[in-house]
C-alpha cells in the first residue's frame, strides 16, 4: 500500500482538519465529533439539512456543506457509516426551529444508524423527516443493502433539497420535492481497478489487466459482471441503456446528466465518456438540460466511473440552478 497519509487509524479526523483549514470562511468541525457544519449553522426558521456516510467518497459528504446544499455532514470511518451518537450531534448543531431533514443513502449501516439518530432527536422535541437514496440500477440487492443501493445520484438529491431549504420551504415541502428526485434519478457505475482502504493495506478485490466491472458499488462490492475491457463508447452505452431500461426515461424528457470519477478516472476519460452518453441520449430523443463532470462521489482512489440520469421537470431544474456556496458544488 502506497497513500499519502500519518496513520490509518487517524485518516478521517486528519482529512477533515485539513478541509476545515481550507474553508474556515465557511465550515466548522463540531468539538469531539467527526461532524462538518456551516459556520452559521443554526439558521432560525430554516429547515436543517443534513447528510453523511461513511469517509473514502470525498467530496461526498462534508464537500456539498454550504449555503444552498447541506448544513451539516457527518464523517464515518472509510467505507463504514458515522454512529448514531455523531449523526445526533449533526441534527442538533443544524436544528433552526424549522425541523431537519436528513439525505440517507440506501446502505444498511446508514439507514439503521441515521434512523435511530432520528429517533433519539425526536425525543428531545426535534422533527426529523428523511429520505432514502437508491439510484443505482446494477443490482436489485447487494452485500451492503436491502434493495438498490444509492450511489452519486444522491448529490442531486443534496442540490435540490437543498435548494427548496434555503428558500424557506415548510419540512414537508423539502421531503416531497427530495422524493421527487428519489423518484426520477437513476445511476450505474464500472471499475478498471481496486481501491485500497488504508486500515487494510490491500485492493478490495482483483482484476486482471484485461478486466474490467460492470455494476460496482462505491466500496468495491462487486457488480453484474466481469469481462474483458471493451472502449469507452461501448462501456457508457452499456451504462446508458441499462439505466434507460428501467423505464423512467423516455422520449421528449429533458435529464440532468452527472459523469462521476471514482477517485482515479483523468478528466479526459470522463469527458470521452461523457461525449457517447451524450450522443446516446440524443438518440434515444432525451434532452440534455445540464451536464455535470467530476469526482461528485469516489470511492478511494479507484479508476472508473458512473453515469448518472436526474429526470427533470420545471421545478426541478430552478432548484438544480439555485445557488450554492458549498466547496465541492458552487453555482
Same mark, same amino acid.
Given at each position: ?7 490509518? =487509524? ?102 439503521? =444508524? ?19 437514496? =437508491? ?197
Amino acid at each position: 500500500m502506497k497513500k499519502i497519509i500519518n496513520d490509518p =487509524n487517524m485518516v478521517v479526523q486528519d482529512m477533515l482538519k485539513g478541509m476545515v483549514a481550507a474553508n474556515t470562511a465557511t465550515i466548522k468541525q463540531l468539538p469531539e465529533t467527526t461532524v462538518i457544519a456551516r459556520c452559521d449553522a443554526p439558521t432560525i426558521n430554516k429547515v436543517g439539512l443534513v447528510s453523511g456516510g461513511g469517509s473514502g467518497h470525498e467530496p461526498a459528504h462534508a464537500g456539498y456543506v454550504g449555503k444552498g446544499m447541506l448544513d451539516a455532514a457527518v464523517a464515518g470511518e472509510v467505507f463504514t457509516s458515522p454512529t448514531p451518537d455523531q449523526v445526533l450531534e449533526a441534527i442538533k448543531a443544524v436544528d433552526g426551529g424549522a425541523g431537519v431533514f436528513l439525505v440517507i443513502k440506501n446502505y444498511t449501516g446508514d439507514v439503521l =444508524n441515521f434512523e435511530m439518530a432520528s429517533e433519539l432527536a425526536e425525543a428531545e422535541g426535534i422533527r426529523v423527516e428523511h429520505v432514502i437514496v =437508491n439510484d443505482d440500477v446494477a443490482v436489485e440487492d447487494s452485500s451492503f443493502t436491502t434493495g438498490r443501493r444509492g450511489i452519486a445520484g444522491t448529490i442531486f438529491v443534496h442540490k435540490i433539497a437543498g435548494a427548496k431549504a434555503e428558500q424557506g420551504a415548510a419540512l414537508d415541502e423539502v421531503k416531497s420535492v427530495a422524493e421527487r428526485v428519489v423518484a426520477n434519478v437513476r445511476s450505474m457505475g464500472m471499475a478498471l481497478t481496486p481501491c485500497t482502504v488504508p486500515a487494510a493495506g490491500k485492493p478490495s478485490f482483483e482484476l486482471k489487466e484485461n478486466e474490467m466491472e460492470i455494476g460496482i458499488g462505491i466500496h468495491g462490492e462487486s457488480g453484474i459482471e466481469r469481462k474483458e475491457i471493451s472502449t469507452a463508447d461501448e462501456i457508457a452505452s452499456e451504462l446508458v441503456n441499462k439505466i434507460l431500461e428501467d423505464g423512467i426515461h423516455e422520449n421528449g424528457d429533458e435529464v440532468a446528466v452527472m459523469i462521476n470519477g471514482l477517485g482515479s478516472t483523468p478528466e479526459m476519460e470522463l469527458y470521452v465518456v461523457n461525449s457517447k452518453v451524450n450522443e446516446t441520449l440524443i438518440e434515444k430523443g432525451i434532452h440534455v438540460y445540464k451536464t455535470f463532470v467530476g469526482e461528485y462521489m469516489t470511492a478511494l482512489e479507484m479508476a472508473g466511473f458512473s453515469v448518472t440520469l436526474l429526470k427533470l421537470d420545471d421545478e426541478l431544474k430552478s432548484l438544480l440552478d439555485f445557488g450554492s456556496e458549498a466547496p465541492a458544488f458552487r453555482v
